[in-house]
């Protein structure tokens, strides 16, 4: 008997997630990184779209949001005093390390999804930054501290507005110190502390106008950028000793 | 206001950065030192990653030692034949010191070397700085006669002698090599024209009339920086031109004010005072490296 009404229970609450799809869309896909910039705030919002009625019966449903950076530096150096001054000594390369991380969600992720569910989905900080081997958790700590203090790895969860159970908003926040690249943004939609739909969209994180031009000539035509930069400096000495030879004289 | 560096990849604010050049052109004006010895550090203490600060400050220099150059020029006060093996030892040296630089930046001890170059030199002037003035001050009030500079000493035994008539000199080619090529290496590691080592090395190793001194170290450091901003351009991606920029503004406009009040003040008490400055930076610098840092970690600098 009681098999039989897990069964049905089962098959309903397959029939109800297969009902349920959360859409996303961000007022922004695209971060310019100008000589201007000073961070960014991104709106997220989206709605939960159903084939039916609400189901009041079903569980309260929660929403999570993962932004992720793409991954760059990933070799981390400890201090050590040699003799009397600190230097750079032991190094570990980690696993896996966003150059940016945060969380929006409904409520905190530990309450709102199951361990083996977060580790499987690599959701929040003790999943999304990995190092190989558990003897290094001191290094893979420092990278999260770091991240922390530069303001690259949010140290709290961003709070998700769901109204009636069908729209959602939140803000992202990128820093001053963003990283160029593509940013995952992750949209979950959380019913008995299991993921039942995602949505997956990216925001392009790119340097532009004379901030793009001046980087990629550095690094491409490092050559020519290095004539340029003496160019200025040329130019600028000339013109400070003329003008205040003009003044004295 | 904030402005985005491309190539330190952070954002600053704008009058920080000018407000610093104007300061350190204060200095450089007062003193009649080149102020990249106290710029660098100063980047250090903003924020600038080091090898940023080191290549930016190059770039900075060739613009004020132009700038210096020009009235020396002008009153044929430029040893161009000593300049010229000054800076042909400059050119060797700052191609070492740029090579020693990219390959500690990639097993990421660079910053190390920096801060140990900067401490060690810093000390070592500012407290000869010290003492020499201390020594002036109770001179002039005993009213002795300064010590003579001896013009003859080793330096007369070695072979290579050519004659610079300007500098009024039959001495080796080999000192000057080595003091330019000496001065190249802090140039690329340290990121300052090394006006003040070459200045004293020139008076009292070389024995250069003090008239042609300032000229001709000007002139081979606009070569030597040139060379290294070309350098780092090329082989560390580490020159930030809208940093160099903003820096440059400022120190153009400070060191016409520094000149002002210099003129003002006793040279004694002006060399006090730098000496005391440069003990301060070096003994802050001293510290980061001797206390224990607050964050033992960090996130690997362009190991790859």
């Known amino acids: ?249 | 206001m904030q402005i985005y560096l491309p190539i330190a990849e952070m954002s600053v604010n704008i009058f920080l950065l000018i407000g610093l050049g104007g300061l350190v052109g204060i200095l450089s004006g007062m003193f009649g030192v080149g102020g990249g010895f106290l710029m660098t550090p100063l980047l250090f203490f903003i924020g600038i990653p080091p090898a940023v600060a080191v290549a930016t400050e190059a770039n900075q220099i060739v613009a004020s030692s132009f700038s210096g150059v020009l009235a020396h020029v002008k009153k044929k006060t430029v040893d161009f034949k000593m300049g010229t093996v000054l800076l042909l030892g400059g050119l060797l040296g700052a191609a070492v010191g740029v090579q020693v630089f990219k390959y500690l930046k990639e097993i990421g001890q660079v910053d190390l070397l920096i801060t140990l170059s900067y401490v060690v030199f810093l000390g070592m002037i500012g407290s000869l700085m010290f003492i020499e003035s201390l020594g002036a001050i109770r001179r002039s009030k005993k009213k002795a006669p300064p010590k003579k500079i001896k013009r003859h000493n080793w330096i007369h035994g070695l072979p290579f002698k050519m004659r610079f008539r300007t500098s009024n000199l039959y001495i080796s080619a080999i000192p000057p090599f080595i003091v330019g090529a000496l001065v190249g290496v802090l140039a690329a590691i340290m990121g300052v024209g090394g006006g003040f080592i070459m200045v004293p090395a020139m008076i009292y190793v070389l024995g250069m009339p003090t008239k042609v001194v300032i000229g001709t170290s000007l002139f081979q450091i606009i070569f030597v920086t040139a060379f290294t901003t070309m350098m780092h351009a090329t082989q560390n991606y580490t020159v930030d031109a809208v940093l160099a920029l903003l820096l440059l503004i400022g120190g153009v406009v400070g060191a016409q004010i520094g000149t002002r009040i210099g003129v003002k003040m006793k040279a004694e008490q002006l060399r006090i005072l730098l000496a005391i400055m440069v003990l301060g930076v070096c003994l802050k610098l001293g510290l980061d490296l001797v206390l224990t840092p607050s964050e033992l970690f960090s996130i690997g600098l362009g190991g790859h």
Do not use: C
Request: no cysteine.
């Open chain 1, 1 to 249: 008997m009681r098999i039989i009404f897990l069964i049905i229970g089962l098959f309903a609450a397959t029939i109800a997630s297969a009902q349920e799809t959360i859409v996303s869309e961000l007022s922004q896909d695209g971060v310019s990184i100008t000589a201007t910039f000073d961070g960014s705030e991104i709106f997220l919002f989206g709605a939960i779209k159903r084939d039916a009625p609400i189901n009041l019966s079903a569980g309260k449903l929660d929403v999570i949001i993962e932004v992720s950076g793409p991954p760059t530096e990933t070799l981390v150096r400890q201090k050590e005093r040699k003799v009397i001054i600190w230097v750079n000594a032991e190094s570990v390369e980690m696993e896996r390390a966003p150059s940016y991380y945060s969380i929006a969600a409904t409520g905190p992720i530990e309450e709102l999804l199951t361990e083996a569910e977060r580790s499987l989905r690599n959701l929040g900080l003790d999943y999304a930054v990995r190092v190989a081997d558990p003897a290094n958790e001191a290094y893979r700590e420092a990278v999260i501290r770091i991240h922390q203090d530069n303001g690259t790895y949010a140290t709290e969860v961003t709070p998700v507005t769901l109204t009636e159970e069908t729209l959602f908003t939140t803000k992202l926040a990128m820093p001053v110190n963003v990283v160029e690249g593509d940013y995952t943004v992750k949209t979950m939609l959380v019913r008995d502390q299991q993921v039942i739909s995602t949505s997956t969209s990216t925001i392009t994180v790119r340097k532009t106008g004379a901030e793009k031009w001046l980087y990629d000539l550095a690094h491409e035509q490092a050559f020519i950028y290095g004539l340029l930069s003496l160019a200025v400096a040329l130019l600028a000495g000339w013109t400070a000793s003329e003008i205040f030879r003009r003044i004295r004289g």
